[in-house]
């Protein structure tokens, strides 16, 4: 839509999962924990912190409505090739390449309902 239609589209956009794919924060750090493997592990810091909401959200709405874009993978999914990429990086592979991958994979896979 940049490209066809110009400056109107040049603005913030969030692009996540389903609402009904919505997760806590600790759910997601445990997905992505398990999907690290090799002993990973984390702990709550039990110091003072600054308010931080359990539950955060993108409001996809405006790439719904805007750009008619709905996801195409699950949470876990998503968060499995989050830590791919990560992994990826850490031993020097082509990002290029796995990043290009990913996109192919995305773009291959069916709208979810």
């Not at 239609?5 to 956009?13: L, M, V």
């Not at 002993?39 to 959200?57: F, I």
């Not at 990086?89 to 796995?98: E, F, I, P, Q, Y």
């Amino acid at each position: 839509k940049l490209y066809a239609e110009g400056i109107s589209f040049a603005s913030g956009w969030n692009f996540g999962p389903h609402d009904a794919d919505t997760r806590s924060v600790s759910w997601v750090v445990e997905r992505l924990t398990a999907a690290w493997g090799d002993g990973a592990s984390w702990k709550l810091d039990g110091d003072p912190q600054p308010h931080e909401a359990s539950l955060l959200k993108l409001d996809c709405s405006k790439a719904h409505t805007l750009l008619n874009w709905h996801p195409r993978w699950m949470l876990t999914h998503a968060l499995e090739k989050i830590v791919e990429w990560h992994k990826a990086a850490l031993t020097g592979k082509s990002l290029r390449a796995v990043t290009l991958a990913q996109i192919d994979e995305y773009q291959d896979a069916p709208l979810l309902a």
